[in-house]
């Protein structure tokens, strides 16, 4: 299965973190993984002030919470799909660059992601409040109807030259029990979860593919349904991370 973004991480674990259901030194830990460190950068981009250093994760998440953080909310935008992103200009232009975002409700900040070499640095930015998204139920049913379209299609196109692992993960869609959010998280949650990360490996895997297709009507086709179901796939995975924020 694969792993959640940085952005995804974070905002589970913080909402986490603010219900009670993680220690702060766990839920760091977590979404630091594999990289050597994460440093949340303390002035605004374009700011004119000097900034102050860099503060670690743990200390800037203490930070959040005395400025008045009630939850995360996660964004997956990518060009013409701002969704999950209700500006400013600046904010919502660096988080389609980097394709993820979050926003500390309660705050007005704006945190986008940049690796540099084996560490991580979150950029804040001013950011407006997310908008009402999708609620599980219907992202839930949003994603099932376009998986369902999307492999009949894929399979007429591309039957000839099928990769095995692409139609192992169509047929294991729904078959993972690895826990994919942090505690606190409704099980229809982790579920809708799975489902959607599952969904974009497979977009990934069908277009690095080589395809059957033949004609070009086929081959936009192919990307076409690619492009929806990867689409769908990230606002589900939104409706499943933000779904964890404290009431």
Known sequence: MPTLSRSARWVCWFNAWLAGAAPLETAVDAVRADDAAHHVLGTPSGAPADPPPPEPLLLAWGALRRAGATGASLALPEPGDPYGLAGPAAFTAAATD?????????????????????????????????????????????????????????????VARWQPEVREALSGIRGTTEPL????YAPRAEELAATAQRCLAIADLATATESGAVTAWEVDARGTHLRSLARTARHALVAACNAGRPR
Not at 124 to 135: D, I, S
Request: aromatic share 4%.
């Open 181 to 184: 959010l942090a505690p606190g």
């Open 98 to 158: 980097a394709g993820e975002a979050v926003m500390v409700d309660g705050t007005g900040i704006g945190l986008v992601p940049e690796v540099i070499g084996s560490g991580v640095f979150w950029h804040r930015y001013e950011a407006n409040p997310a908008p009402h998204g999708t609620g599980l139920a219907e992202a839930s049913r949003d994603l099932r109807t376009e998986l369902a379209v999307t492999a009949d299609e894929l399979l007429d196109l591309d």
